[in-house]
């Protein structure tokens, strides 16, 4: 019970990395508040855990690309605690595709919102919980493709866009909250494997330096940088590609 009492948000937690991180957060005994574009998405996350910390997780819809719903996930989350110790915003619009014709307009509009715009929106309505906190972190999920200078992912040219966006976004929210002890951390991961502890422990997964990036390695990155005193202040993680 690592986490006993702490409280984590997590955005885009029906599937994949998002998932993960609820499961493993409720597995070391934390209060996880999860949302997806659907309460449904974000109910299965639950349902998937067996044991004592299924009760630990509490599902909400929020579309990160509608502000209204950015806000009522706020309130409804204020409705259940007093308190937010940790956001991740982990959810993003994907969007593949390396011409960019290959996408419609609504598409490029609603990666660029639900990952830009909802990364900043969700800090500012979070934000009054975050405070309320003794110990406040935000988690920004970013990518390589949030870096100059990478073409090696198959992305489109929009959620480039949108992560470099979000990169800028998790550089003057760390100096300007750093002051206040609200600590904003960044991950910019290359394409990882997206492996789901479901409910059981991450155990027998390869993790040699030839195998890619695994999701237990981002898990044990993000609790690692939690965990550590309020004057160590770790602004980013970058990591090699495989």
């Not at 470099?164 to 991950?187: K, Y």
Request: aromatic share 8%; charged share 25%; hydrophobic share 40%.
């Amino acid at each position: 019970m690592r986490f006993e009492n702490l409280r984590v948000v997590v955005t885009g937690a029906s599937r994949d990395f998002g998932r993960s991180l609820a499961v493993g957060f409720a597995h070391l005994g934390a209060e996880v508040f999860v949302s997806a574009r659907t309460k449904e998405a974000a109910d299965r996350t639950g349902e998937q855990i067996m044991g004592a910390a299924r009760d630990r997780i509490h599902a909400f819809g929020c579309d990160l690309s509608r502000p209204a719903e950015i806000r009522d996930f706020a309130r409804q989350v204020a409705g259940h605690t007093d308190r937010v110790d940790l956001l991740i915003n982990n959810g993003a619009r994907w969007l593949d595709g390396v011409e960019l014709e290959s996408a419609s307009d609504a598409q490029i509009v609603d990666t660029i919102e639900s990952t830009a715009a909802g990364t900043v929106l969700m800090v500012k309505h979070f934000l009054p919980l975050l405070r309320a906190s003794d110990r406040p972190d935000i988690i920004n999920m970013v990518s390589v493709c949030g870096l100059g200078g990478t073409a090696s992912s198959t992305a489109h040219d929009a959620f480039y866009v949108a992560k470099s966006a979000q990169a800028g976004f998790a550089d003057i929210l760390a100096r300007r909250l750093g002051p206040t002890g609200v600590r904003v951390m960044a991950l910019y991961p290359p394409d990882f494997s997206t492996s789901d502890p479901g409910t059981r422990e991450w155990e027998g997964v390869a993790r040699s330096p030839q195998e890619k990036l695994t999701t237990q390695a981002l898990f044990d990155c993000i609790a690692f940088a939690v965990d550590q005193p309020r004057d160590c202040f770790i602004r980013s993680f970058h990591f090699e590609p495989r």
